[in-house]
T-cell receptor, first 114, second 115 residues
Framework: KAGVTQTPRYLIKTRGQQVTLSCSPI?????VSWYQQTPGQGLQFLFE???????NKGNFPGRFSGRQFSNSRSEMNVSTLELGDSALYLC?????????????FGPGTRLTVT | GNSVTQMEGPVTLSEEAFLTINCTYT??????LFWYVQYPGEGLQLLLK?????DKGSNKGFEATYRKETTSFHLEKGSVQVSDSAVYFC??????????????FGEGTQLTVNP
């Protein structure tokens, strides 16, 4: 099976702009989660979608939003970009295995805000 | 809330040395525990997991045992290779305060193995 794919891989934006990142999960996986990775804050959970519904949300401002489509593909949007939004954004799709979820991560989208 | 604490890094070892990376957690209930590895320029790869107390997860020579009495999940490998150089993350999911697949990560430990 193909792994989790994320597009684009690299992105440079200017403060105040908005950006949309895309994630295609592993075929058959219905849960998609998003994480932000920065050197200072580490890996932080943004949100999780399951069957087109947001199931969990982390502690991020409303500028960060997401959605999931009927084919399980997901997008996240960040509006009014700030310098601090520069990060690696990771998407993960999940499978229940052995009584717990296993998350499989994509390569990430590296966002640079100037 | 849930939290994960990893030993401070970075860790530098010679090839064939023994590796231990400490991980302790705080959670209510019975979380699932994971180790993920991140190679430069890549996303995270699931290395191993354990879902209940005293379970041992193992993969590629790495092992970790779920110790509920000490709330720990230390990663070990008997003989490291240069190719093991990466950042290692301890993580948990579940544990009563969260639902779904949400992961809480530790800070990560940079491992460098010299030939």
């Amino acid at each position: 099976k193909a792994g989790v794919t994320q597009t684009p891989r690299y992105l440079i934006k200017t403060r105040g702009q908005q950006v949309t990142l895309s994630c295609s999960p592993i075929s058959g996986h219905r849960s998609v989660s998003w994480y932000q990775q920065t050197p200072g804050q580490g890996l932080q959970f943004l949100f999780e979608y399951f069957s087109e519904t947001q199931r969990n949300k982390g502690n991020f401002p409303g500028r960060f939003s997401g959605r999931q489509f009927s084919n399980s593909r997901s997008e996240m949007n960040v509006s009014t970009l700030e310098l601090g939004d520069s990060a690696l954004y990771l998407c993960a799709s999940s499978l229940v295995s052995g009584g717990s979820y296993e998350q499989y991560f994509g390569p990430g989208t590296r966002l640079t805000v100037t | 809330g849930n939290s994960v604490t990893q030993m401070e890094g970075p860790v530098t070892l010679s090839e064939e040395a023994f590796l231990t990376i400490n991980c302790t957690y705080t959670a209510t209930g019975y979380p699932s525990l994971f180790w993920y590895v991140q190679y430069p320029g890549e996303g995270l790869q699931l290395l191993l997991k354990a879902t209940k107390a005293d379970d041992k997860g193992s993969n590629k020579g790495f092992e970790a045992t779920y110790r509920k009495e000490t709330t720990s999940f230390h990663l070990e490998k008997g003989s490291v290779q240069v190719s093991d150089s990466a950042v290692y993350f301890c993580a948990l999911s579940g544990g009563g305060e969260t639902s779904g697949s949400r992961l809480t990560f530790g800070e990560g430990t940079q491992l460098t193995v010299n030939p």
